[in-house]
Nanobody, 125 residues
Framework: QTQLVESGGGLVQPGGSLRLSCAAS????????IGWFRQAPGKEREGVSC????????NYADSVKGRFTISKDNAKNMVYLQMNSLKPEDTAIYYC??????????????????WGQGTQVTVSS
């Protein structure tokens, strides 16, 4: 069964950093646009960032621009989300998702095909 697994979440103080990882089993992330999404309690899930198949194009939500960085390591079949200058409003469950059958430069992640189970990020003092 196709599977995505997130890791790296946890509790961090405001201003701190975390790096989330997304690993795939039974398929190659190289062939997919990969996105990070999050859902805070009582709120709808929102897109955070997306990286293209090629890895050359990225997109970020306005709320995380300049603080979060998405990257892809094709050799390790991993995608990362480096989160710096974390704020309490970044608290959420973070999910990675993969969208296939897209162009090399597509970086919108509007209709993912596969989702992970999520990892909790809590930003609090």
């Amino acid at each position: 069964q196709t599977q995505l697994v997130e890791s790296g979440g946890g509790l961090v103080q405001p201003g701190g950093s975390l790096r989330l990882s997304c690993a795939a089993s039974r398929f190659t992330l190289n062939n997919y646009a990969i996105g990070w999404f999050r859902q805070a309690p009582g709120k709808e899930r929102e897109g955070v960032s997306c990286i293209s198949v090629s890895g050359s194009n990225t997109n970020y939500a306005d709320s995380v621009k300049g603080r979060f960085t998405i990257s892809k390591d094709n050799a390790k079949n991993m995608v990362y989300l480096q989160m710096n200058s974390l704020k309490p409003e970044d608290t959420a469950i973070y999910y990675c998702a993969a969208q296939g059958d897209v162009g090399l430069l597509y970086s919108q992640c509007l209709s993912p095909d596969y989702w992970g189970q999520g990892t909790q990020v809590t930003v609090s003092s």
